[in-house]
């Protein structure tokens, strides 16, 4: 009688097969969870919700009236004290400082509604210059067709795990910096009545107050706009990775 081969079936192949099944799951999860977490970071920081509708910014924003009003008083009633030291100083005129304090007083009626209309603008905006596929489209994308291969090596492995790490770090990297952003406009705007005190007196030693309230504005401005430039550097990114955005 012919010879019955044992086992039956091919050890090392069903091995072999089992393995690459259980390395495509593996890692089409791992590549999943990488492009879920670009997603998920990019809604968060980049399109961050409008200050204006965030309570705890908002009772911060009024409780910083009190340091407002502080800021006058000490600014406005100290410049009186300065003017001897300061009269051959042209800027060092009462009506010009009267004339920053009503200034001061109207941005301060109108500062919450013209921040909130300017965030909400840079993000529309944004928002229509960014593709649909907004991921770190070539990076995922490569990983994704390797994992596609219909044998997973080792090599293969290696490279999807190590390079969906590279890809993780350096989103997180990415959105460190969103997060810092949103944080700077945040804090502007919840101290939004201290700076605009600060502005109102720019001689002496207010010049100095002035100084930091201009810087504060100007780099809230900024990152705002950087929203837009960051919305159209990735999509021009997806429009040379991806043929379908072109």
Not at 3 to 14: L, S, V
Not at 16 to 45: D, H, K, P, Q, Y
Not at 63 to 75: N, P, T
Not at 120 to 133: C, I, Y
């Amino acid at each position: 009688s012919p010879d019955i081969p044992w086992p039956p079936f091919d050890i090392y192949g069903a091995f072999v097969t089992a393995f690459e099944w259980f390395m495509n799951i593996l890692l089409t999860g791992l590549i999943n969870v990488v492009s879920f977490f670009f997603m998920i970071g990019l809604e968060t920081f980049l399109f961050y919700e409008n200050p204006r509708s965030v309570d705890v910014l908002n009772e911060y924003w009024i409780s910083s009236l009190v340091l407002y009003l502080f800021i006058i008083f000490v600014m406005v009633f100290g410049y009186y004290g300065m003017m001897m030291l300061l009269a051959d100083d042209k800027d060092a005129d009462i009506q010009r400082v009267g004339e920053r304090l009503i200034a001061s007083g109207i941005l301060l009626a109108i500062s919450r509604e013209v921040f909130g209309l300017f965030v909400a603008f840079t993000n529309t905006l944004a928002l229509g210059v960014l593709p649909e596929r907004y991921s770190f489209w070539i990076a995922v994308e490569l990983l994704e067709s390797i994992a596609a291969a219909i044998t997973v090596s080792v090599t293969a492995t290696i490279v999807i795990i190590f390079g969906s790490a590279s890809v993780l770090v350096s989103g997180m990297i990415f959105y460190v910096v969103l997060a810092m952003r949103m944080v700077i406009i945040y804090v502007v705007y919840a101290i939004m009545p201290v700076l605009l005190g600060l502005w109102v007196v720019d001689v002496g030693p207010g010049k100095y107050g002035k100084f930091l309230a201009d810087f504060m504005f100007k780099i809230a401005a900024v990152m705002m706009v950087m929203g837009i430039v960051i919305a159209a550097i990735l999509g021009v990114g997806a429009t040379f990775g991806d043929p379908d955005a072109r």
